[in-house]
């Protein structure tokens, strides 16, 4: 397998399995995304896109999609940094709610509100070894983008 071979596979399956983990939290184990942790999501999302597209026969072999879905991670791990720096209260964070209600009526908007739980940005709902999940985030997704930086740039090795 070659450097951007594996650079295409971690762009595609590292995504993926944030995605999988972020998803899996909120359907499985009830836990209630914030405005942030949707942010950080949209940049996964991207990067996938790109991932796929990597794949389709192009002249350059996929290597520039290969550089957008890494700056898409990377991006993703941007805002987790952000995020975790503001549940520690290193940054301030928002003032305001972010969240935008929807509904089409005033009692579709009423119902929304009343049924919706308020996360705050500012508040921890599940942390492993004393790290959130967006700052799990910004750890994989800057290493990641590293990496495939790293292979994406690497010189083949001579065949004998």
């Keep these: 397998m070659t450097s951007l071979q594996q650079a295409r596979a971690l762009a595609l399956l590292i995504p993926a399995a944030l995605l999988a983990g ?23 999302f991207a990067a996938l896109a790109f991932a796929l597209l990597s794949f389709a026969p192009m002249a350059d072999k996929g290597r520039s999609l290969v550089w957008l879905a890494a700056l898409s991670i990377l991006a993703s791990g941007m805002i987790g940094t952000y995020h975790a720096g ?7 964070g928002f003032t305001q709610c972010t969240a935008a209600p929807r509904g089409e009526s005033v009692e579709d908007l009423l119902a929304n509100v009343l049924d919706t739980p308020i996360i705050r ?29 790293w292979l994406s740039l690497r010189r083949p090795r001579a065949q004998a």
Aim: with cysteine; glycine share 12%.
């Design 121 to 149: 940005c500012d508040e921890v709902q599940w942390s492993f070894l004393g790290l959130s999940m967006a700052g799990w985030n910004a750890i994989v997704s800057i290493g990641t983008f590293l990496v495939i930086a």
């Design 86 to 92: 503001v549940e520690a209260g290193i940054f301030e």
């Design 22 to 44: 972020a998803y899996g939290s909120q359907y499985l184990g009830g836990l209630h995304p914030c405005e942030m942790c949707y942010w950080q999501r949209w940049a996964h």
